[in-house]
């Protein structure tokens, strides 16, 4: 070691012990320094990054953690990883003493046991690592997880939420430690901590095929090392490279920037554990190779990551320096395969038959096999004539014939109830209603966002859009092709304004029960469509990236922002409706999107 670097930790060690709560043993932890104390400027305090956490500069915040090498025994982790972890809180914040409520409600006292604590079923007990934690320290470990999961009880599998809670304790005290880790796991607008299998096998798969495009001679490299066992298996244990075998030093680094950025930071690490890895493994000559080749790239990975021959620094330079690997790319990359799983889980968990009959509708044996699956409603087909002429076209009653069967109470939706959700399958297209409806979006798990929006709904057809207003009026529409119709271009290269058929509808179900088709179906049903239907009633869809619209002419039937959070209705010429809530303006709680699984 150099005499400058030597000088530097034994400058810094007296100060070890007092930089760590009382649960951390630090005899065992090592301080890096990535460079002779004076070539740098000096490190940020919390005092100079508060600022710009107040002032919501995220992108500003984002480069100062990324430059700022603090070491493993800097103060400012003890402020500055509760303030990040802050930032994601979803709701209200937990009023002091909420934690120790839940401590004594779960356990009776908040003296820690003597006995050791039945973790939630969700945790993987071959990674509940605690680094350097104490006896004591693991015990307020499993306290804390134990209590997450008591209030999270959709947490289904989360191997990664023990470790993550470890590290924080290592920089925080109990009580701060849960607030962070409620924060993180309810958060929003980005991901942190996968919470269940699903989305854990989605995040290996993602990394696996950014890898492809944005590590691609490691990625390679990595394939012909895995020989028989396939490199999934590889993948499949990416996260930890990162929480189980990097040293703590860099593990706390690489929290640093993911307390702040989220899951992405995990995905860029993993790729630059992977070119350090091609990089000192492709001599044969070299010990990693014939580490692969002896006892399997597997192994060979994770030994390179517990010796890593890189600093932190070197580390997150080489992460962050990995060119046009966009969120955006990520984001699409993780939705489209959680959506193909998603597909997947349907089919093979219901036994749906994927063939079809000649007119395109779900086999008889598909159905037979959808009522043997699920909790059904038997929904009528059709309204007769009479029955239409009785009630308006504005109020269809039940169909009058038996269609068949489908799964309402598969939806969990936030804003209709089962009777409101048989109401509207009843308004359904009849073959749309034999399909497995799946939520694409919804603003309570997905956030705010009309980029996040198209990312996950545009390739679906059709397409069901529920809406919940602040006032708790609930209205939507059935839109009957896909919202990537938006980028189509006519023969003259020109984007079209509008897409649609006449098969798409409004509806309304508070305070006003009501279906709105599109004002063609009555002409046709008149024989009159050329005298009624003007392109003003031909109006159905439009959208780009500040705004979408369902209805024209004369007015938009819905008309939502950029930030899917205001909107307006008007009666439009498409639909001939009336505005769907009285004011005309309305403010969203919340949008659920619901597409068709094989429609």
């Given at each position: 070691m150099?005499?400058?670097?030597?000088?530097?930790?034994?400058?810094?060690?007296?100060?070890?012990?007092?930089?760590?709560?009382?649960?951390?043993?630090?005899?065992?932890?090592?301080?890096?320094?990535?460079?002779?104390?004076?070539?740098?400027?000096?490190?940020?305090?919390?005092?100079?990054?508060?600022?710009?956490?107040?002032?919501?500069?995220?992108?500003?915040?984002?480069?100062?953690?990324?430059?700022?090498?603090?070491?493993?025994?800097?103060?400012?982790?003890?402020?500055?990883?509760?303030?990040?972890?802050?930032?994601?809180?979803?709701?209200?914040?937990?009023?002091?003493?909420?934690?120790?409520?839940?401590?004594?409600?779960?356990?009776?006292?908040?003296?820690?046991?003597?006995?050791?604590?039945?973790?939630?079923?969700?945790?993987?007990?071959?990674?509940?690592?605690?680094?350097?934690?104490?006896?004591?320290?693991?015990?307020?470990?499993?306290?804390?997880?134990?209590?997450?999961?008591?209030?999270?009880?959709?947490?289904?599998?989360?191997?990664?939420?023990?470790?993550?809670?470890?590290?924080?304790?290592?920089?925080?005290?109990?009580?701060?430690?849960?607030?962070?880790?409620?924060?993180?796991?309810?958060?929003?607008?980005k991901m942190f901590i996968t919470q269940t299998k699903l989305l854990n096998e989605v995040t290996w798969k993602t990394v696996m095929q950014i890898a492809k495009k944005h590590a691609k001679s490691a990625a390679q490299h990595l394939s012909r090392l895995s020989g028989a066992i396939g490199p999934e298996r590889i993948y499949a244990d990416w996260q930890w490279w990162i929480l189980a075998a990097l040293p703590f030093p860099h593990l706390v680094r690489v929290l640093d920037c993911f307390f702040h950025e989220g899951i992405k930071v995990f995905y860029r690490v993993a790729l630059a554990i992977l070119i350090l890895f091609h990089k000192h493994s492709t001599n044969q000559n070299s010990e990693w190779y014939a580490e692969a080749t002896k006892n399997g790239v597997d192994h060979a990975v994770d030994k390179f990551c517990r010796n890593m021959p890189a600093s932190p620094t070197k580390l997150l330079r080489t992460a962050f320096s990995i060119r046009a690997l966009s969120s955006q790319y990520i984001s699409r990359v993780f939705i489209k395969t959680e959506m193909t799983l998603k597909s997947k889980q349907v089919i093979t968990g219901s036994r749906l038959v994927r063939s079809r009959s000649s007119d395109n509708l779900p086999t008889s044996q598909s159905q037979v096999n959808i009522q043997m699956m699920s909790h059904t409603l038997t929904i009528r087909e059709r309204m007769s004539e009479e029955t239409c002429k009785q009630m308006?076209?504005?109020?269809?009653?039940?169909?009058?014939?038996?269609?068949?069967?489908?799964?309402?109470?598969?939806?969990?939706?936030?804003?209709?109830?089962?009777?409101?959700?048989?109401?509207?399958?009843?308004?359904?297209?009849?073959?749309?209603?034999?399909?497995?409806?799946?939520?694409?979006?919804?603003?309570?798990?997905?956030?705010?966002?009309?980029?996040?929006?198209?990312?996950?709904?545009?390739?679906?057809?059709?397409?069901?859009?529920?809406?919940?207003?602040?006032?708790?009026?609930?209205?939507?529409?059935?839109?009957?092709?896909?919202?990537?119709?938006?980028?189509?271009?006519?023969?003259?290269?020109?984007?079209?304004?509008?897409?649609?058929?006449?098969?798409?509808?409004?509806?309304?179900?508070?305070?006003?029960?009501?279906?709105?088709?599109?004002?063609?179906?009555?002409?046709?049903?008149?024989?009159?469509?050329?005298?009624?239907?003007?392109?003003?009633?031909?109006?159905?869809?439009a959208a780009d990236s500040k705004m979408i619209t369902i209805g024209g002419g004369d007015g938009q039937a819905i008309w939502m922002d950029e930030n899917i959070r205001f909107g307006k209705t008007d009666r439009c010429s498409t639909f001939n409706n009336p505005p769907l809530c009285p004011s005309g303006d309305f403010e969203i709680r919340v949008l659920e999107v619901y597409g068709f699984s094989g429609a």
């Open positions: 150099p005499s400058a670097m030597l000088s530097a930790v034994l400058e810094e060690e007296p100060d070890l012990y007092e930089a760590f709560p009382p649960h951390v043993d630090p005899t065992g932890i090592t301080i890096l320094t990535d460079s002779p104390p004076g070539k740098k400027a000096p490190l940020k305090t919390y005092e100079e990054v508060q600022p710009l956490l107040q002032q919501g500069r995220k992108r500003d915040l984002k480069i100062l953690i990324r430059e700022n090498s603090w070491p493993i025994n800097s103060a400012v982790r003890a402020s500055l990883w509760p303030a990040l972890c802050k930032q994601h809180q979803h709701g209200k914040s937990m009023l002091d003493g909420f934690y120790w409520d839940m401590v004594t409600q779960v356990f009776g006292t908040v003296e820690l046991p003597d006995k050791p604590i039945m973790l939630p079923p969700f945790v993987e007990a071959t990674h509940c690592l605690g680094y350097h934690l104490t006896r004591k320290g693991r015990a307020v470990a499993d306290r804390v997880v134990s209590v997450l999961g008591y209030a999270c009880p959709d947490i289904t599998y989360s191997p990664s939420l023990y470790p993550i809670t470890a590290a924080l304790l290592h920089f925080m005290p109990e009580e701060e430690c849960y607030h962070c880790m409620a924060s993180l796991v309810a958060s929003k607008e308006g076209s504005h109020s269809p009653g039940p169909r009058a014939l038996s269609m068949g069967v489908y799964p309402i109470q598969a939806i969990k939706s936030q804003i209709l109830d089962q009777s409101d959700l048989f109401t509207l399958w009843s308004w359904l297209p009849v073959r749309i209603t034999m399909y497995q409806p799946v939520l694409l979006y919804t603003t309570e798990e997905h956030g705010c966002s009309l980029t996040t929006f198209y990312v996950r709904v545009e390739h679906h057809e059709p397409t069901l859009l529920m809406i919940k207003t602040c006032n708790n009026e609930v209205f939507g529409a059935y839109c009957s092709t896909r919202w990537f119709e938006r980028n189509q271009k006519d023969e003259r290269g020109n984007r079209q304004a509008y897409f649609g058929t006449g098969e798409t509808f409004l509806f309304s179900l508070y305070p006003e029960r009501a279906k709105y088709p599109w004002v063609g179906c009555s002409a046709n049903a008149d024989g009159k469509a050329e005298e009624r239907v003007a392109h003003g009633s031909e109006l159905f869809m």
